[in-house]
Nanobody, 124 residues
Framework: QVQLVESGGGLVQAGDSLRLSCAAS????????MGWFRQAPGREREFVAS????????SYADSVKGRFTISADNAKNTVYLQMNSLKPEDTAVYYC?????????????????WGQGTQVTVSS
């Protein structure tokens, strides 16, 4: 089992930055693909970014490419999502997820473990 706890959400203005953290515990953290998803009210949960166990392979949704950066610190069992140039449409609950696989995935069903989520609100 893997337990995930997100933190770092909050209320910011358009153009500001935030860094989300996801602390993992349980099974060997370095053996998983870690991902960030988000869900806005009335919308389906959508992929934001993922990172491989080594940190050498990352993937991003087109909507955040160039603005968000995912990174991992295996020594701290923590994954980060640095979000810059935030827009009101980035407002959502952000979830950290883990997938026991060699391959990345961009669909929620591909991830077995989820955190409780952290709210990010971007005002215009």
């Amino acid at each position: 089992q893997v337990q995930l706890v997100e933190s770092g959400g909050g209320l910011v203005q358009a153009g500001d930055s935030l860094r989300l953290s996801c602390a993992a515990s349980g099974r060997t953290f370095s053996g998983y693909i870690m991902g960030w998803f988000r869900q806005a009210p009335g919308r389906e949960r959508e992929f934001v970014a993922s990172i491989s166990r080594s940190g050498g392979s990352t993937s991003y949704a087109d909507s955040v490419k160039g603005r968000f950066t995912i990174s991992a610190d295996n020594a701290k069992n923590t994954v980060y999502l640095q979000m810059n140039s935030l827009k009101p449409e980035d407002t959502a609950v952000y979830y950290c997820a883990a997938r026991n696989s060699y391959y990345s995935g961009s669909y929620p069903y591909q991830y077995a473990y989820w955190g409780q989520g952290t709210q990010v609100t971007v005002s215009s």
